[in-house]
């Protein structure tokens, strides 16, 4: 039996202690006409060796391709440290800490992982995480419409150039609570959002807005000046940022005049492998004085019986297992095996190394940018700055030649047709710290190659 | 004897130099995007951080190292060949936004693990996407929301809830908008119909249930309840929390469940990881499949491809950014693979099988069962009224006292109607002797409660920390460490 150590003599003395003549006699009190003895689509067993090879072959059959697809989601170097740490059973294997005495290991982890996120975003506190980026920010608008008690209307205003895909979730999740999404639109030569975008809502009881940085499109918005537009007029700031970038760029917290109220965002970058989208991590920090309108969880250092310093979790009242249906949030479990490589991750490569990779990423990007829009029929499609993200527009449909590229073992970005049918034929490309010259230069290759085999439509 | 926060061991100039690019590069971004300072961030080496998380991980019980009856929770062994062969290059460095050229063996073990949930379940079809259980309920009650709209029924707005269940059931309830009408429970464990009977109505939207329940037993009015509530227009929703106990014996879909979730970090045995990556997966009747979460996936000959807004344009939407936790439900797939057919028999056969041994032993052994006419099923409630009153020994001092015996402790002061109660659940992993140590670790216990209450009281005594001042640690809230602020 796999993964069950009973032996015949252990059912038999087990029942003997329970009374009764048969494992089949435990199941009585199920009315026996639901009982069921198929399972339709369920095959056979097969054993640890045989599906490491279709698991093998599985893997083997998407594997290859050099990717320049970022899009919410991006390769970077995972140092072996990190992953061999986290998979430890002690990590791996354990719960929630509930029992805070038995679980001092995940606690003080999470500890040191809120005061990392405090620090790079500039903020008081930390959650100890939330499922992924897009829902952290739907959390992010409920908690801001708890917070914001001077605003009445439960209304959001959610720029463009936030991911499109953070806009849907947000809606599903937040929309069905009485909350109001209003899209912000932007500049399409920039990619950014003008704070004369914001003038519709400039008489408007607004709760919150949300600032990207960077943008979907790569590009960075004037933080400071939308900042304080929000502020002056009593809404709170909402940054959703990328934790690698808050390396270089200017942590929320300094924003205009007063800083963001709120920062939260994808984890990903932080030591999680691209792993088809997920398990990844929503992060999320505040002011202090917002903490008790935070979702999640939060780890507090106390100290035990004889005074000696210890961590557990704080703040609970706040949580559906006390407060039912008057919680902050539904949430329970979270991502914790993603924020323990995350801190892992963080303290190997330091406030210098995360620099290092964001400075990298950010010069290979301008390398890819310059030599594919060397080619003809390729251009920059946005002005101003880029972070590790960049626009190009092609003289012909994306979707082709992504296709031909795929066929070269190239993903060459993600095409912005559907989402953002403005900018033309437009693509997201991104090469982080992990592209050598030799990779942009393979791209530019076969880019080249398939703009000369591929008619312009 | 403490581990130092990692910052202490931080020192201005060390850097762990392998892991970051050799240069730092120039950055052609406008002055005011820049941030002033370095964020504070540990300036370690790479053995110094190796070695300070290896210590903490020392510091925590595990499935791996230490019994773990933590009720309602299911903390099975996760088999090491889940991880392995879910982290391989090919799965772990896929890009969700690959095509689906180059994504054909990842969605083929997807499509697969969606047919295998429905066999189990006895559903119409499933979504992996929703990110962990309570995630799974929200796209469940949203699902039966939208179901009631398209019907131009948009009054339905009440959800019914029984008093034990899960408090992420009420929450879920009303981030859907929806008012909460709780259930009482009768004396055996079953939800009081009479009691339903009155609550149904023209605007109920459905009930959440757990079966077997939260108090552990098996909800055998079931179908009756299935009917009242169909009969009055109402949807089911059945919470996975405790699909272990009847995994290949009996399935929600059956039962007359229109949407169900499933915590596969529970069920299908993917890590728990200290505190989550869950999996909740839903699966749904025919009324609900329109309304799904996006994306699903889905076979068209022998290509597999993602179905989107187009392909359900009814749907609720999206809840995750990608498609949800997808190297958890790899795991879920290899596990689910691995036992087959027969092996998910055995789930919940041997899951029953030693819950009811030890509710049996220690029942014998005068613990005070709270449903004793009933069968447990793969878990089970005991009752320490008579030694809270008698020795004034609670239920979360025989808690922290199990830990000095190196058991992780039972889930405590939950479902919140039956008072100092344990909720235990061993699962079917466990040998024979395992659980008869954890038993003889309650006998002693409380033996001791009458000889020495206070050793009780005070425990734990062995681990690297005694009870925590759980209301300093919200009064005089430290959540993060900063530069200067003094450690002990």
Redesign the interface.
């Given at each position: 039996?796999?993964?069950?150590?009973?032996t015949e003599g252990?059912?038999a003395?087990?029942?003997a202690?329970?009374?009764?003549a048969s494992?089949g006699e435990?199941?009585?009190?199920?009315?026996p006409g639901?009982?069921?003895d198929?399972?339709?689509?369920?095959?056979?067993?097969?054993?640890?060796m045989a599906?490491?090879r279709?698991?093998?072959?599985?893997?083997?059959?998407?594997?290859g391709?050099l990717?320049f697809?970022g899009?919410?989601?991006y390769?970077h170097?995972i140092?072996a440290?990190v992953?061999?740490?986290t998979?430890?059973?002690?990590?791996?294997?354990?719960?929630?800490?509930?029992?805070?005495?038995?679980?001092?290991?995940?606690l003080?982890?999470i500890?040191?992982y809120?005061?990392?996120m405090?620090?790079?975003t500039?903020l008081?506190?930390?959650n100890?995480?939330l499922?992924?980026?897009?829902?952290a920010l739907a959390e992010a608008a409920l908690m801001a419409v708890r917070a914001n008690r001077r605003s009445k209307a439960r209304r959001i205003l959610l720029p463009r150039t936030v991911?499109p895909?953070?806009a849907?979730?947000a809606?599903?999740?937040a929309g069905?609570?009485?909350i109001e999404f209003c899209r912000v639109d932007y500049d399409t030569a920039s990619g950014t959002t003008p704070v004369a975008a914001l003038a519709p809502w400039e008489n408007e009881d607004v709760t919150a807005v949300v600032i990207p940085q960077p943008t979907f499109l790569g590009s960075?918005e004037a933080?400071?000046a939308l900042t304080d537009w929000a502020h002056a007029r009593g809404a709170l700031v909402i940054a959703v940022v990328n934790p690698l970038s808050?390396?270089?760029?200017?942590?929320p917290g300094?924003w205009g005049a007063a800083g963001a109220d709120i920062a939260c965002g994808?984890g990903q970058p932080l030591g999680v492998?691209?792993?088809?989208?997920?398990?990844?991590?929503g992060f999320m920090t505040t002011r202090?004085s917002h903490?008790r309108q935070m979702p999640g969880?939060?780890?507090?250092?106390?100290?035990?019986?004889?005074g000696?310093?210890?961590?557990?979790l704080?703040?609970q009242?706040r949580?559906?297992?006390?407060?039912?249906?008057?919680?902050t949030?539904?949430?329970?479990?979270?991502?914790?095996?993603?924020v323990?490589a995350a801190?892992?991750y963080?303290?190997?490569?330091?406030?210098?190394?995360?620099?290092?990779?964001a400075?990298?990423s950010?010069?290979n990007t301008?390398r890819l940018v310059d030599a594919l829009s060397a080619l003809p029929g390729v251009e920059r499609a946005l002005s101003g700055?880029c972070?590790h993200e960049s626009v190009l527009r092609f003289d012909r449909p994306v979707g082709p030649v992504?296709?031909a590229l795929?066929?070269r073992d190239v993903?060459g970005g993600?095409d912005l047709t559907t989402d953002f049918p403005e900018l033309g034929h437009a693509l997201l490309v991104c090469a982080t710290?992990t592209k050598t010259a030799e990779d942009i230069a393979h791209y530019a290759g076969a880019l080249a190659d398939v703009l000369k085999q591929q008619k312009v439509a | 004897m403490?581990?130092p926060?990692?910052?202490e061991h931080s020192r201005a100039g060390?850097?762990?130099r392998?892991?970051?690019?050799v240069?730092?590069?120039?950055?052609?971004?406008?002055a005011?995007?820049?941030?002033?300072e370095?964020?504070?961030?540990?300036?370690?080496s790479?053995l110094q951080?190796?070695r300070?998380?290896?210590?903490?991980?020392?510091?925590?019980?595990?499935?791996?190292?230490?019994f773990?009856p933590?009720g309602s929770?299911t903390?099975?062994?996760?088999?090491r060949?889940c991880?392995t062969?879910?982290?391989?290059?090919?799965?772990?460095?896929?890009?969700?936004?690959?095509?689906a050229?180059?994504?054909?063996?990842?969605l083929?073990?997807m499509f697969e693990l969606q047919?295998?949930l429905?066999?189990?379940t006895?559903m119409q079809a499933v979504s992996l996407t929703p990110?962990?259980?309570?995630?799974g309920?929200?796209a469940g009650v949203?699902m039966i929301?939208a179901y009631h709209h398209a019907r131009n029924e948009t009054h339905r707005n009440e959800i019914l809830v029984p008093d034990a269940a899960?408090?992420?059931n009420?929450?879920?309830?009303?981030?859907?908008?929806m008012k909460?009408v709780e259930l009482p429970t009768d004396a055996d464990g079953d939800v009081d119909i009479a009691a339903l009977e009155q609550a149904v109505g023209p605007n109920t939207a459905g009930i959440m249930l757990t079966n077997p329940s939260t108090v552990g037993?098996?909800e055998?009015k079931?179908?009756q309840i299935a009917k009242i509530v169909h009969g009055a227009g109402g949807l089911l929703y059945y919470d996975g929390a405790n699909l272990n106990a009847?995994l290949?014996?009996?399935?929600p879909g059956?039962?007359g469940f229109d949407v169900i979730h499933m915590n596969l970090?529970k069920t299908f045995?993917t890590?728990?990881?200290?505190?989550?990556?869950?999996s909740g997966a839903v699966g749904v009747g025919a009324r609900l499949q329109p309304f799904m979460?996006i994306p699903v996936v889905g076979r068209e000959g022998d290509r597999y491809r993602w179905q989107d807004e187009k392909d359900l344009p009814q749907s609720?939407?999206?809840?995750?950014?990608?498609?949800?936790?997808?190297?958890?439900l790899l795991r879920a797939y290899?596990y689910?693979?691995?036992?087959?057919?027969?092996?998910?028999?055995?789930?919940g056969?041997?899951a029953?099988?030693?819950a009811?041994?030890l509710a049996?032993?220690l029942k014998?052994a005068g613990f005070e069962l709270a449903y004793p006419r009933?069968?447990a099923s793969h878990e089970f409630i005991i009752t320490l009224k008579r030694m809270a009153k008698d020795q004034g020994v609670t239920a979360m001092d025989v808690?922290?006292a199990l830990?000095d015996y190196g058991f992780?402790?039972p889930?405590t002061y939950?479902p919140l109607l039956v008072p100092e109660c344990l909720l235990i659940e061993p699962t079917?992993?466990?040998?024979?002797e395992a659980l008869d140590g954890f038993i003889d670790a309650m006998c002693d216990i409380m033996e001791r409660a009458v000889r020495d209450a206070e050793h009780l009281k005070?425990a734990?005594w062995t681990?690297?920390?005694?009870?925590?001042?759980?209301v300093?640690?919200?009064r005089?809230?430290?959540?993060?460490?900063?530069p200067g602020s003094v450690?002990?």
């Open positions: 039996m796999a993964f069950i150590p009973h252990d059912v003395d087990m029942l202690a329970i009374g009764a494992i435990l199941f009585d009190e199920i009315p639901l009982r069921v198929e399972l339709p689509g369920v095959p056979e067993a097969i054993s640890e599906i490491t279709l698991m093998q072959a599985r893997a083997a059959q998407d594997q391709a990717c697809i899009a919410g989601a390769e170097h140092p440290a992953w061999e740490i998979t430890r059973g002690e990590y791996y294997s354990a719960y929630t800490p509930y029992q805070a005495e038995a679980s001092q290991g995940t003080q982890l500890y040191e809120q005061s990392m405090a620090s790079l500039g008081d506190v930390s100890a995480s499922y992924d980026g897009a829902s991911p895909v953070y849907r979730v809606e599903a999740i069905t609570q009485g960075l933080v400071d808050l390396a270089l760029l200017k942590p300094q994808e492998p691209l792993s088809s989208g997920g398990p990844y991590f202090a903490v969880r939060i780890v507090g250092r106390t100290v035990d019986l004889d000696k310093p210890g961590f557990t704080t703040l009242a949580e559906q297992h006390i407060r039912r249906s008057k919680a949030s539904n949430i329970c479990t979270n991502q914790g095996l993603m323990t801190t892992i963080m303290s190997l490569l330091g406030a210098e190394g995360l620099a290092r990779v400075a990298s950010h010069a301008r700055p972070f992504l296709e795929a066929t993903f993600y710290e | 403490t581990e926060l990692i910052f060390r850097f762990a392998a892991q970051a690019p240069v730092r590069e120039e950055v052609e971004l406008p005011d995007c820049l941030r002033a370095p964020p504070v961030l540990p300036e370690v790479e951080a190796v300070h998380y290896t210590r903490l991980s020392q510091r925590n019980f595990s499935i791996d190292t230490h773990y933590l929770c903390m099975k062994y996760n088999p060949a991880n062969l879910a982290l391989q290059p090919g799965f772990r460095g896929r890009h969700p936004y690959a095509p050229s180059h994504s054909q063996g990842f083929a073990c047919e295998m429905k066999g189990v006895g990110m962990a259980g309570a995630q309920e929200l949203l929301r899960h408090g992420t009420p929450a879920t309830a009303v981030m859907c908008g909460v037993v098996f055998r079931i179908e009847i290949g014996k009996v399935r059956d039962m970090h045995s890590p728990h990881g200290g505190g989550g990556p869950g979460p609720i939407g999206r809840l995750s950014g990608f498609m949800g936790n997808a190297g958890v290899i689910m693979r691995m036992l087959g057919q027969e092996g998910m028999r055995q789930v056969e041997f029953t099988l030693n009811n041994y049996a032993r014998a009933r069968r808690a922290k830990l992780h402790a889930t939950f079917e992993t466990e040998s024979k005070g734990p681990l690297p920390v005694r009870r925590l001042d759980d300093r640690a919200a005089q809230l430290d959540v993060a460490w900063r450690d002990a």
